[in-house]
């Protein structure tokens, strides 16, 4: 996955910032997929996916991933579509994908990643190809309108499991990771808008005499991650969650996974009344997540029973059964 700045037949030259943007984005994503397996495990007194700071955290470090993707996509053909390294990238992405729904559905059958960051990227990128020859401000325009394609678009006939990848559903379906086209294509889109309008984001800087020219242990050690990086997000979270999961064992942390009981207890309630299983499990994660939303999930899970908490979950229940 070497990124080319130079024309097809000279030898690669990395872009020191673009490096130093990947390392970085590697370090934050394994810091919040460290803090989500302590929260499921019990280890923290909130649940990561409840607190907004931390969903926009995620949100973030997803963004970034694509926004690299779609800069590295014009890096390596704005002096022409270099298609053996295009199909051979697009194969790892589709097959490490293919690694991570089979893990993740092993691990967590009901909620597994069917369209998660790897499966966004190499989709985006087949599209992005429509956009490498275009000017930069038809991309760029694109990418707003993509973005803004989920708020305005959105319809209960994109709610069927074929079309969850498009993102466009009116309910949230039910996986541990949702990075559907829409409107997670706007990012890498603007990455590579950004390759476009700004061509000086190309220019490597001007060496230095040595010894000053030699890279700094952090800079060495930012430039593997971003070497590595798809390899460090196929193992570091199995890595993370076996080590967490082998610690709440033998540790037993006083906090219980409220949403994850809720949800396992809900599917069990649904099932009971003879509906689908997939019915059921989209129709617990989408009241988790609506209840999440209203605030309403903060008085439930410290236990409240009163009429007015279980109406709301009915209410939510009925809204997401639609």
Not at 128 to 155: E, I, Q, S
Not at 221 to 234: C, D, E, G, N
Not at 254 to 277: T, Y
Request: proline fraction near 7%.
């Amino acid at each position: 996955m070497t990124l080319l700045s130079k024309p097809v037949g000279q030898p690669p030259l990395r872009l020191r910032w673009l490096d130093l943007a990947r390392g970085i984005a590697v370090i934050l994503m394994v810091i919040y997929h460290f803090s989500w397996d302590l929260s499921f495990h019990g280890f923290l007194e909130f649940d990561v996916n409840q607190v907004l700071g931390w969903r926009i955290f995620a949100r973030g470090i997803a963004a970034s991933f694509l926004f690299l993707a779609g800069f590295s996509l014009w890096l390596a053909h704005r002096n022409g579509f270099r298609s053996q390294s295009f199909w051979r990238r697009e194969i790892i992405l589709v097959l490490a994908a293919g690694l991570v729904t089979l893990g993740t559905w092993y691990a967590f059958p009901s909620s597994y990643v069917f369209f998660g960051i790897l499966h966004c990227i190499a989709a985006s990128s087949l599209i992005a190809l429509l956009f490498l020859r275009l000017p930069g401000w038809v991309t760029a325009l694109a990418a707003v309108l993509v973005l803004a394609a989920p708020f305005t678009l959105a319809n209960e006939a994109f709610n069927a499991p074929l079309l969850a990848f498009i993102g466009l559903r009116t309910v949230p379906p039910a996986t541990n990771d949702y990075v559907p086209l829409l409107p997670w294509l706007s990012p890498l889109l603007a990455g590579l808008a950004a390759g476009q309008l700004l061509p000086f984001l190309a220019r490597p800087v001007p060496a230095k005499p040595a010894p000053a020219n030699t890279p700094s242990r952090l800079d060495q050690a930012l430039a593997f991650l971003s070497r590595h990086s798809l390899i460090i997000y196929l193992v570091h979270q199995p890595l993370l969650f076996g080590a967490t999961s082998l610690a709440a064992s033998y540790i037993k942390p006083g906090i219980n996974d409220v949403s994850g009981e809720w949800l396992s207890d809900c599917e069990a309630k649904c099932v009971r009344e003879k509906k689908p299983r997939q019915t059921c499990i989209e129709t617990c994660f989408c009241t988790l997540d609506g209840l999440e939303k209203t605030g309403a999930w903060t008085a439930i899970a410290k236990g409240a029973t009163d009429p007015q908490t279980l109406s709301a979950i009915n209410q939510m229940s009925a809204v997401c059964q639609k």
